[in-house]
């Protein structure tokens, strides 16, 4: 009998990666990340458990995904808009403008980005379920950027009112850095 395979695309079309980790003893884990379906099993997994689970777990996330409500993008982007009108007049004075402000899903290595000459703010879908103490904070640096385009002195004295800012760049660093290392998941202190 042959073993079974393993499919290399979701009913939905999205490639399929299989993870095998020797630090992983039972666990199975699944994420869609930047459209495929990531797959991590442990490395002493057979090719039939390997095939087994990456099926139930493929599944399972197309089951939650489909189960979701798709997000209103303009509701998504008219909040963000109401959010960084309300950033520019409490920390900036009113002084920033942006044309538009909105949701990308195509940053992977800043959390946002803006564009003076057209003001334009993008942030990353990747800030989506941070603290919005922290959304805030990348959504002010970026309006910011709208008035001061370098990070130089003047630039950070913009953003000396928001108290928040040492504690977001704080966050966002450890965030970058559990990223960039593939940690997931419930961490605790014990």
Excluded: C
């Excluded at 939905?12 to 199975?28: F, H, Q």
């Excluded at 869609?32 to 099993?41: H, K, N, P």
């Excluded at 197309?62 to 007049?89: G, H, I, N, Y």
């Excluded at 000459?117 to 002010?140: C, E, F, H, N, Q």
């Amino acid at each position: 009998m042959p073993s079974p395979s393993v499919p290399a695309t979701t009913r939905g079309g999205l490639p399929i990666e299989v993870r095998r980790s020797a630090r992983r003893k039972r666990t199975v884990n699944a994420v869609f990340r930047d459209g495929v379906a990531v797959v991590s099993i442990p490395a002493h997994f057979t090719r039939a458990q390997e095939a087994d689970w990456v099926q139930r777990m493929v599944d399972r996330l197309e089951t939650r995904a489909a189960a979701a409500p798709a997000p209103d993008p303009a509701s998504a982007e008219s909040d963000l808009a109401r959010r960084a009108a309300e950033l520019s007049d409490r920390y900036l004075g009113g002084a920033a403008k942006p044309v538009s402000v909105r949701w990308v899903s195509n940053q992977n290595s800043r959390w946002g980005s803006a564009t003076p000459a057209r003001g334009t703010i993008r942030l990353s879908d990747k800030l989506v379920g941070m603290p919005s103490w922290v959304v805030d904070y990348v959504l002010l640096h970026e309006l910011a950027h709208l008035i001061e385009a370098s990070h130089g002195p003047r630039f950070w004295r913009l953003l000396e009112s928001y108290p928040q800012t040492e504690t977001a760049k704080a966050f966002l660093s450890g965030a970058a850095y559990a990223s960039a290392r593939g940690l997931k998941g419930e961490m605790s202190e014990d």
